[in-house]
């Protein structure tokens, strides 16, 4: 028998009421949170590890940290080199990231106006983990 499209709304509504939505985590909203041992917590996960996973699995979010590792880009040269992305949702993430601290924005007076974004020095810290990505990715798209 057909489910018709009346039925799969039916079951979509049903997992969405039996499924409350999860709440969004992000760096800022951590302030408050307290540290705790593995000893304290031994099967959660640390939750300023899953903000970090959050924010920065975010479609396209890597790809923009990716390229402003190699140093400061203006918008089109960051829609240049994330290719497929578009305007709209590249400015969304860097606004995300700078909202974050993790990219700065700087406007560079004059006609026309130029911004050029950069990784702050908390940005910066992604280098390493980055890099360590960046050669796990190869070692195993390669296999």
Do not use: N
């Not at 996973?53 to 479609?59: A, F, S, V």
């Not at 305007?87 to 995300?96: G, I």
């Not at 909202?99 to 950069?118: A, D, F, H, K, M």
């Amino acid at each position: 028998m057909k489910a018709t499209i009346a039925q799969s709304r039916t079951v979509t509504d049903k997992y969405k009421q039996a499924r409350p939505p999860s709440p969004s985590l992000t760096f800022s909203k951590l302030s408050g949170v307290e540290a705790v041992s593995a000893q304290e917590q031994p099967s959660g996960v640390c939750p300023h590890f899953h903000a970090a996973i959050e924010l920065i699995g975010k479609r396209w979010t890597g790809a923009i940290v990716f390229a402003l590792t190699e140093g400061p880009l203006r918008f089109g040269e960051l829609a240049k080199v994330v290719p497929g992305l578009s305007d709209r949702l590249l400015s969304q993430r860097l606004r995300e990231l700078e909202e974050e601290g993790l990219v700065e924005r700087e406007v560079e007076p004059g006609s026309p106006v130029r911004v050029t974004y950069s990784l702050t020095e908390a940005g910066a810290e992604l280098r390493p983990a980055i890099a360590e990505l960046k050669q796990w990715a190869r070692r195993w798209r390669s296999e």
